[in-house]
Each structure stands twice: as structure tokens, then as C-alpha cells.
């Protein structure tokens, strides 16, 4: 074989290795869910079935008509966990984003003695594991009755997510030029005015990822929830999921068709965000 | 007599340092004293009981915290060291990719969207030994007729969950390392191609060395949230069958909220935090040096 022909078979045989690796790991990112929604949508005796039947045989949405008619008839009180989820979760991401911006605009345009410091410091805060931290929480927050209600969880889940979001508004602020704010100012505006008109528009779509990545922080929260929320009142979906399990069962398919409705805002919510979420990272970190 | 006035970023930092600290530091302090005590749940008058490093004493001698520390210390460092490697060669393989990338960075992030708790409970279906998708995969392709007990045998459960944590953060590593390939300017390559280099050297000296300020950042990303194993090991074993995969974590909730020793989970607490600062600071600092090292080219 000349050299040639051998070459052409190298680049065929790589980019077919190479098709088939893509291939691969797609299948095994994507199954896992796949797997949990086919499963939401099978009769129980199919998901028992033994031997196990592949190709399933009958569809319904019978789990989701379960779950969504209330207490005592198979279901969980859905409604009030997916209103404590949402409600929890916008109301901390908005304060997170305020306190976040003003926090992320005075590291990305202010010169201050121990900036690095305090920016490891702030990271330094998100660091402390859930569980450890709803030992003290758990304590304080029974003295001050703030435990089973909405305040309490907003409050730990602002903190949560400040430092975090810090890092990504002070990157997408870095990202837009000086020069642009200080041109506004000649022109008569004060840096008030430079800030909402110019500055804060240009980096609105980072803002508004930063913002859905506090939210989803919020909505998938457990270490601290399952601790802090004790009935219908404050309990958020990730600790209503564990209400399909007993102590030995575990209703799979009601866990899987739960577990689809969380998925759904969260995946929405993620391919809006996407873009601008890895810019927001790179640039604050790396161009610092 | 005029107010000092205060500077733009201090008022500016202002209301986050009080959240954080009404949240997380004031906090943190009371249960730094608290591991001084022989606080319980069950007898709040122990609240007073300072025992001082008592607590920590029992710690250092108690064999099962020193089990489940190792433990925490394995899986990170195996579950870490995978997902760099795992993620470098996805991000490779995406960013090789001649159509549809936009697709595939999608189907990427399909992982990062998923709650650790759903996670855990997705791998604890999967691995079920009777009707999980896994078991029911070997059986039916004939490689094993026995029910493989993934989440029963301590070693086997390690690994599901040491997968699990695997499948749900590669793709951070994923994301940020193909933002590095893809920022990154093509006539290096070209130059080290044009000089007679194998692939593998352009990969060591030439891609590698751009892309690693990436991989540390997600490095430093991840370690801030570690302990987010804690959702994944909770759901899928519960640290049992006997404490067999018991993290960190998952004891510290034990003690505290199981046993209702509060002073003695409070002074472990106090371990798995250094542990995670540990991790973050060595990171930032990787960041940071790597972030000089090729400063000049930036």
C-alpha cells in the first residue's frame, strides 16, 4: 500500500474512532433521563417486570394524574411544594442579584487595598458545607421561630448564593470597557446615570444568567432545606421527593414523574443561560 | 465636625458582608462554640457545658470519623481527577466535532441541570439490585444471572456512587475547558505542526498549558460546592449498609441530628469545613498561578 492510500485510511479509521467516541458519551450523558422519564410514563408491574421488559408495552400518564390530585388519593401535595419552590427561589435569587451587583461592580472597577483577599474571603463563605452550616442555622433559626417558613430558607439561600454571584456579575462587568462609562461621564452624566444607562445594559444578559444560576442553585438545594422546612408550609420539591419513599418501598414510578416536574424549569431555564454563563466565569477569572 | 465618608466599594461590599455574615459567620461561631460543649438536642441546658477539646479528643481516637474522612478524601480525589480527565476528552471530542456543536455543547450541559438529589435518587434507581436498569441490562445480555447488590456491597457501592458523582459534574470540567479550546488562537498549533511536532507533543507544550487557567477554574468552582456529594450519598445509601460509605457529611448529619449530639457533630463539622477550604484555597491558588504563567501571551 503506498503512503497515500494508508494516510486516507488513518483519517477515515480516526474520524469514524471519533464519531463513535461523540456517540457514546451523548448516550451515557443523555440515558439517565431518558430512563427517568420513559420509567414516569410505564405501569408499575412493567417497571418490576422480571425478566425486564424493554420495549415498553403501554404508556399513560397516569403517575402525573396521581401526583396532581392531592393527599390521600396516592398523591403528594405538589401544588404546595412546586409554590414553596418557586416562591423561595425567585424571592432569594432577586435580593442575591442586587446585593451581587453592587458586591461584583466594586471589584471589577474599584482599586482597594486587599481586593484579592476579600474576594478569597467571599469565596471562602460558599465553601462551607450545607450540612455543617444547618447545625448553627438549625439552632438559631428554632430560638428565633424562623424554622418551617419561607423568611428563614430566602435568607440562607441569598447568603448561598452571593459570593457565587459576585464572581459572575464582576466578569461580566470586566467584560464591558471602561472607556464606554467615563465617555458617558464627559457627556454630562453623573456615574450614577453612566452606570444604569450605559454599563448596566451592556452586561444585562450576564446579570440575567447570573441570575438564573442563583435560581437554580435555590430550586435544587437539599443539605440545608431538609433541615430548615419541616411540613407543607416551607418544603421545597427536592425534600418532597423524599416523600415517595417508606421505609422499604420506594415508588419509583411517582418519584420519576416528580422528578420530571422539577427537571422542567430547571432545563428551560439552563439553555436560556447557557451562552453567557461560561463567558461570565472565563473572563472574571481569567483576564483578572 | 463631618462624617468620614466612606469609599464607593466598601459602601458597595457593605450589604454582602452583613448577609454573610449575619448567615454564615455569626453563625459559624456559635457552633465553634458549640463544639467546645457537650451540647445534645434533647437537654439544651448542655448549651453551657463547655467541655473545651473534649470533643475533638473523641474525634482523633474515634476510628469510624477517620474511616469516614478517608473516605471523603478518596472519593473527591478519585471523582476530581476523572472528571478533569473525563471532561478534557469530552470537550475534545465536541470541539473536533465538524457539525452540530451547538447540539452537542447543549446535550453537554444535560447533567448540570439535574438537583444532586435527583442525581442520587436517578444512580439509587439505575443500581437498584432487582429491578435497576443495570442489573437488568447484565441479565438480559447474559453476562450474569446473579442480582448484583451495586448499592449493598460496600466496595460496589463506593464506585455507584463515585459514578454518579462523576456523570453529574463532568460536564462543568466539560464547558469551561472547551470555552479554553475554543478562545484559544490557532497559529500556535499550526506553528507547532509546521516544526515537526507529534500530536501528542502539541497536546503537552502547546494546548495544555492555554487550556489548564480553564480547567482550574472549574476546579475552584467544583470545590466550592464538594460537599454536594452529600445529596448524592444521602439518597443512594444513606452512609449505610453499616456505615460502609459513610462520608464525612453524612456523619456529621448523623450525629447531629440522629444521635442529637450537637457539640460532637459540631466539632466534625467544624473538620469538613477545614477540608473544603483546604481544597478552594489550594485551587485559587493553582488559578492564580497558572493565570500569571500565562499572563504575558494575554
Known sequence: MDDNASARLTTRLLSIGHAVGLFLAMTVICLPGIWIILTSLRPPVEIMAKPPVWIPQEMNLDAYVAMFSGVGKGGIPVIEYFRNSLIISVTSTVIAIVIGMAGGYAFARFRFSGKSGWFLGLMLTRTVPGIALSLPLFFVYARLGIIDTHFGLILAYVALNIPFTIWLIDGFFRQVPKDLAEAAQIDGCTRWQAFWQVEFPLAGPGIASAAIFAFLTCWNEFALASQLTRSVNSKTLPVGLLDYTAEFTIDWRGMCALAVVMIIPALTLTFIVQKHLVGGLTSGAVKG | MKAPRLSAPVLLLTPAVIVLAAVVLVPLALSLYSSFTSFRLTRPASFFNVIWFDNYLSILTNWDFWVAFGRTVLLLTVALNLEMLLGLGLAMLVERATRGQRVLRTLMMFPMMFSPILVGFQFKFMFND?????????????????????????????????????????????????????????????????????????????????????????????????????????????????????????????????????????????????????????????????????????
Do not use: H
Not at chain 2, 470555552?179 to 507533543?201: F, H, N, S, Y
Not at chain 2, 507544550?205 to 476546579?219: C, H, L, R, S
Open chain 2, 130 to 298: 432487582n429491578v435497576g436498569v443495570v442489573n437488568n441490562a447484565l441479565q438480559s445480555l447474559g453476562l450474569t444471572d446473579a442480582a448484583i447488590p451495586w448499592l449493598i456491597d460496600g466496595t460496589l457501592a463506593f464506585i455507584a456512587i463515585s459514578i454518579a458523582e462523576i456523570w453529574s459534574s463532568t460536564s462543568v470540567f466539560a464547558i469551561l475547558i472547551l470555552a479554553g479550546l475554543l478562545a484559544m488562537p490557532k497559529e500556535p498549533i499550526e506553528a507547532a505542526r509546521v516544526d515537526g511536532c507529534t500530536p501528542w507533543q502539541t497536546f503537552r507544550y502547546v494546548t495544555w498549558p492555554f487550556v489548564m487557567p480553564f480547567a482550574y477554574i472549574a476546579m475552584t468552582i467544583r470545590s466550592l460546592d464538594v460537599a454536594r456529594a452529600y445529596d448524592i450519598v444521602k439518597i443512594m445509601t444513606d452512609g449505610g449498609p453499616a456505615g460502609r460509605t459513610e462520608l464525612l457529611w453524612t456523619l456529621v448529619g448523623r450525629t447531629a441530628y440522629g444521635d442529637a449530639r450537637m457539640g460532637m457533630a459540631n466539632a466534625m463539622a467544624y473538620v469538613s469545613i477545614l477540608l473544603s477550604i483546604a481544597f478552594t484555597y489550594y485551587f485559587f491558588r493553582k488559578l492564580a498561578a497558572a493565570r500569571t504563567q500565562i499572563g504575558a501571551e494575554w
